[in-house]
């Protein structure tokens, strides 16, 4: 794809196209023309999966365990935002839910989008 020719994705098919030149630029160098068409076109998949395929949000406890295999965290490194180790793992198995202020703790000091946990 020429990054003069770049355009719009309107149907599943300018997707697969896109994806597939994408997947083409994924090692090109920072600085090149390659590069700022990777970017431009990652910036048009993303709109158009927002427009077509949402993702949604994840559960609470999804993000929460996201968060600690990305940091390789334990549950007793959730102790602080939490509460006790029992909490803990009644947080992670669903037996007890998100207080306003484990939310609070554990969005600023693990920066997990609140809105994601204090859904239900």
């Given at each position: 794809?020429?990054?003069?020719?770049?355009?719009?994705i309107?149907?599943?098919?300018?997707?697969?196209?896109?994806?597939?030149?994408?997947?083409a630029?994924?090692?090109?160098?920072?600085?090149s023309a390659?590069?700022?068409e990777?970017?431009?076109?990652?910036?048009?998949?993303?709109?158009?999966?927002?427009?077509?395929?949402?993702?949604?949000?994840?559960?609470?406890?999804?993000?929460?365990?996201?968060?600690?295999?990305?940091?390789e965290?334990?549950l007793?490194?959730?102790?602080?935002?939490?509460g006790?180790?029992t909490?803990?793992?009644?947080?992670?198995?669903?037996?007890?839910?998100?207080?306003?202020?484990?939310?609070?703790?554990?969005?600023?000091?693990?920066?997990?989008?609140?809105?994601?946990?204090?859904?239900e």
């Amino acid at each position: 794809m020429d990054n003069s020719r770049i355009k719009s994705i309107r149907t599943a098919k300018d997707h697969e196209n896109v994806l597939a030149r994408i997947d083409a630029l994924m090692d090109a160098e920072p600085d090149s023309a390659e590069f700022d068409e990777l970017s431009v076109l990652a910036d048009l998949v993303e709109l158009y999966e927002c427009k077509y395929e949402p993702m949604g949000y994840p559960s609470p406890v999804a993000a929460i365990e996201f968060r600690m295999e990305q940091d390789e965290l334990s549950l007793q490194d959730l102790i602080p935002f939490i509460g006790s180790r029992t909490k803990v793992s009644d947080v992670l198995s669903g037996k007890r839910a998100i207080t306003l202020p484990m939310a609070r703790a554990l969005h600023e000091h693990l920066g997990i989008p609140a809105g994601v946990l204090l859904r239900e």
